[in-house]
């Protein structure tokens, strides 16, 4: 079955760490791969999406993303972290399927960026 | 611009009784509306799904259902809540037909704790 995982379920890094989040999904078709990020209170926001085109992809506060096909993954990076992107993070998938399209969402990380 | 609105904000209610969240948006016609629980450590899970006024899919049977009256609007309802309700119900939308542009773009959520 199709499924996205995210295998680091917490993650606690001190601001100016590095930071790489996991996710792998299992589906042998053609896929769009998302970051969304939940902070504390607010909406879930879509961070950024790849579509096709260059496999690096570059979203909103310094975060980028990396698609390799090979591994089936798209993980989630930034060079240096705040304390201001404590939140949760999640991978999806949307993909084609029995003639219609899903999204599915990873389990989610919680990350905390300590001061 | 596009927004969406969820209310209420937090329910609690006592099991067996019924249910009714709502989900508005504005700034786009015909949108794509989804909802979603969100429980902690499992991600979210999509319940129903609508492409247009009337048109419901349901994604797992469940103690739910839901109804779309109007064109921006998407109501998650219960004749009788049980204690597995509880959990964190989001809304979602998206502007295109469902395909492999598509974005979800998500509600504030509604929190319901039954008792």
């Known amino acids: 079955a199709q499924s996205v995982s995210q295998h680091n379920h917490h993650v606690i890094l001190s601001e100016a760490a590095s930071l790489e989040l996991g996710c792998n999904y299992s589906y042998g078709g053609t896929v769009n791969l998302f970051w969304y990020v939940q902070y504390p209170g607010q909406h879930l926001q879509l961070l950024l999406k790849?579509?096709?085109?260059?496999?690096l992809v570059k979203g909103i506060k310094g975060f980028e993303a990396e698609f390799i096909k090979s591994k089936f993954s798209f993980n989630l990076r930034k060079p240096s972290v705040q304390w201001s992107d404590t939140a949760e993070y999640f991978c999806?998938?949307?993909?084609?399927?029995?003639?219609?399209?899903?999204?599915?969402f990873g389990t989610g990380t919680r990350l905390k960026v300590l001061a | 611009s596009q927004t969406i609105h969820q209310w209420p904000a937090t329910l609690v209610q006592p099991v067996g009784s019924p249910l009714s969240l709502e989900c508005t948006v504005e700034g786009t016609s015909n949108p794509n509306l989804y909802w979603y629980r969100q429980a902690a450590g499992r991600g979210l899970q999509l319940l129903f799904y609508?492409?247009?006024?009337?048109?419901i899919s349901s994604e797992v049977p469940q103690n739910l259902s839901a109804s779309r009256p109007q064109d921006r609007q998407f109501i998650l309802s219960s004749k009788k809540l049980l204690l597995s309700d509880s959990g964190f119900y989001l809304c979602?939308?998206?502007?295109?037909?469902?395909?492999?542009?598509?974005?979800?773009?998500f509600g504030p959520g509604t929190r319901l704790l039954v008792l």
């Open positions: 999806a998938v949307n993909l084609a399927f029995g003639g219609t399209y899903k999204y599915i």
């Open positions: 790849y579509f096709s085109g260059d496999p």
């Open positions: 979602a939308w998206s502007v295109n037909q469902r395909g492999p542009g598509e974005t979800q773009y």
């Open positions: 609508s492409v247009g006024i009337g048109q």
